[in-house]
Nanobody
Framework: QVQLVESGGGLVQAGGSLRLSCAAS??????MGWYRQAPGKQRELVAT???????TYVESVKGRFTISRDNAESTVSLQMNSLKPEDTAVYYC??????????WGQGTQVTVSS
């Protein structure tokens, strides 16, 4: 059974930084990443990374966020710099297994004050 444990959310001022981490277990993960959902908005894909290290980012975070993973430890992290109030959301760890089963974590709140 896939389990995802997130950590690292919190409150930060605009321009600040936060690092999110997610420890995954229960399977081998083809893709790992992060989604986010702001109040009143749909959940959106923020960043993904494959086992080989190929990354994708939503346009709004390019140049500010960096995703990384440790395949041996099955962890994925999201370094968020130059945070903006519009980055405020609940961030969800995401994984996809080789059988294309998608799973999300319980979410961690990120709040950026102006």
């Amino acid at each position: 059974q896939v389990q995802l444990v997130e950590s690292g959310g919190g409150l930060v001022q605009a321009g600040g930084s936060l690092r999110l981490s997610c420890a995954a277990s229960g399977a081998i993960f083809v893709t790992m990443g992060w989604y986010r959902q702001a109040p009143g908005k749909q959940r959106e894909l923020v960043a993904t990374i494959t086992r080989s290290g190929t990354t994708t980012y939503v346009e709004s975070v390019k140049g500010r966020f960096t995703i990384s993973r440790d395949n041996a430890e099955s962890t994925v992290s999201l370094q968020m710099n130059s945070l903006k109030p519009e980055d405020t959301a609940v961030y969800y760890c995401y994984v996809r297994t080789p059988l294309r089963a998608d799973r999300w974590g319980q979410g961690t709140q990120v709040t950026v004050s102006s």
